[in-house]
C-alpha cells in the first residue's frame, strides 16, 4: 500500500478480486460467508475485554497481551508446551512482556506502529482516521480476528476447522487460548484438519522463496483447471 500509494483496503480488494477469480475459474462451490477481518473489529475488542477481566490478558504501553502462563493447555495443538517454546527464536522478545510466548492481542499505534495507516479506536472498535501517534487507537494482533469472524458466523466451539500445517504453530495455537479462555468453552475446535505443504522437487513453494505458482502461471505451463 505505501509503495502503491493507495489505501491498504484497496489492496486487500485487489488481491480479494484475483482470488474470487481463480475460485470461478476452479468452478468451487460458492460458501454461505465470506467474512472481512476488517468488519469485525467490534467483535474482537469485545473478546479482548472479555481476557481482560478474566486475568488471561494484560496491557502494556504498546498493547495488550495474552497471558499464555493463564492457559495451562497452551500447546496441546503443536507439542509446543512452554516448556518447550523459545518465541525469541521465532520473533524479537518484546521486554514489556510477562512471557516470551505472550502474544499480542492488541497494538497501539505507538513507537513504530505510530505509523501505522489503518486503525481503530479500542473502546468503541470504530474506525480511527488519526495520525501518527496515538494511544487510544490501535489495531488487532494477528490471532484475534479469527476467533471472533468463527464465533460470530459458526458459535463458540466448531466441528472442523482448517488451514495449513505452517499455521498449527502459533496461530492455531493461539486462536485456541484466546477462545476457550474467552468463550469459555472447550474443546475451541473438536477435529483440526491441516494440509500439507507444496514441494516443488526439493523445495517446498513459499513466498520466502520466490517459487510460488499462481493458477495463471500453472495454466500458462499447459494445464486446464
Not at 169 to 183: K, L, N, R, V, Y
Request: charged fraction near 30%; charge should be negative.
Amino acid at each position: 500500500a505505501e509503495k502503491e500509494k493507495v489505501h491498504p483496503l484497496d489492496i486487500a480488494k485487489k488481491y480479494e478480486a484475483m482470488n474470487l477469480q481463480d475460485e470461478r475459474d476452479l468452478r468451487l462451490l460458492e460458501p454461505k460467508n465470506r467474512p472481512h477481518a476488517s468488519e469485525y473489529v467490534k467483535e474482537m475488542v469485545a473478546i479482548i475485554k472479555t481476557l481482560l477481566e478474566k486475568g488471561n490478558a494484560y496491557e502494556t504501553e504498546d498493547g495488550i497481551y495474552f497471558s499464555v502462563t493463564s492457559f495451562p493447555s497452551y500447546g496441546k495443538l503443536s507439542g509446543n508446551t512452554l516448556d518447550k517454546v523459545n518465541a525469541g527464536a521465532r520473533i524479537e522478545v518484546n521486554e514489556k512482556k510477562k512471557h516470551p510466548a505472550d502474544f499480542a492481542l492488541w497494538k497501539k499505534c505507538v513507537g513504530d506502529n505510530g505509523k501505522h495507516i489503518l486503525r481503530w479506536f479500542f473502546a468503541t472498535g470504530e474506525l480511527a482516521h488519526s495520525e501518527g501517534e496515538d494511544a487510544t487507537a490501535g489495531f488487532p494482533g494477528w490471532h484475534i480476528e479469527c476467533s471472533a469472524m468463527a464465533s460470530s458466523l459458526l458459535g463458540e466451539q466448531l466441528d472442523l476447522h482448517t488451514g495449513g500445517e505452517d499455521n498449527i504453530f502459533p496461530h492455531h495455537e493461539c486462536e485456541i487460548a484466546q477462545s476457550e479462555c474467552g468463550f469459555g468453552k472447550a474443546p475451541f475446535v473438536k477435529m483440526w484438519l491441516h494440509r500439507r505443504r507444496i514441494q516443488l522437487g526439493d523445495e517446498k513453494m513459499s513466498k520466502s522463496l520466490g517459487n510460488v505458482l499462481d493458477l495463471p502461471s500453472i495454466v500458462n505451463k499447459g494445464y486446464s483447471p
